[in-house]
């Protein structure tokens, strides 16, 4: 079991053990465990190119997420931007940390079959994020 942190950007996690932990406890409370994970931080640009070369998608986003998950344990990368992250934690007048811990925990729940492609989705995928925000806030 294992989550690494890449830094392709001047941000970097000031407690990637206590994020860990938190992850590690998300993974569990849906019954799945951590495998081999990769959280990479990017810039906007970067991260747009990567939508496009990957997923065909020209715009930009905060997450996006390579799934190689086998059965219950969860495997692969999931990149952000910290750029979108930040200018969306202003648009929807939320701490930073939140936005970031937000996006973190939406790629891994993509990693346990929660998707947001319609409406009904996203309620419940928006409610697990929640949860784990919550959670995160009460351990600390």
């Known amino acids: 079991m294992s989550i690494e942190y890449v830094y392709n950007t001047a941000f970097s996690l000031e ?3 206590i ?3 938190w992850l590690v406890k998300a993974a569990k409370s849906e019954g799945y465990c951590v495998g ?7 810039n906007d ?12 998608h020209d715009y930009f986003t ?25 200018e969306n934690s202003k648009k929807f007048n939320v701490p ?19 998707d947001d492609s319609s409406v009904e989705e996203a309620k419940v995928i928006r409610k ?11 351990e600390q």
Not at 36 to 42: S, T
Not at 47 to 55: G, I, R
Not at 75 to 84: H, K, L, Q
Not at 128 to 138: C, P, S
Request: zero cysteines; hydrophobic letters at 45%; glycine letters at 6%.
């Open 15 to 17: 407690d990637e053990n």
């Open 45 to 56: 640009n970067d991260l747009k190119d990567l939508n496009y070369k990957y997923l065909g």
């Open 19 to 21: 994020v860990t932990g």
């Open 62 to 86: 905060d997450v996006i997420s390579f799934n190689d998950s086998i059965d219950n344990v969860l495997n692969g990368n999931i990149a952000i931007s910290i750029e979108r992250v930040l």
């Open 128 to 138: 697990k994020e929640d949860d784990n925000l919550k959670a995160f806030h009460v």
């Open 96 to 114: 930073f940390r939140d936005e970031l811990l937000r996006v973190m925990v939406h790629g891994l729940l993509h990693f346990m079959g929660y």
């Open 36 to 42: 081999e994970l990769v959280y990479a931080f990017f």
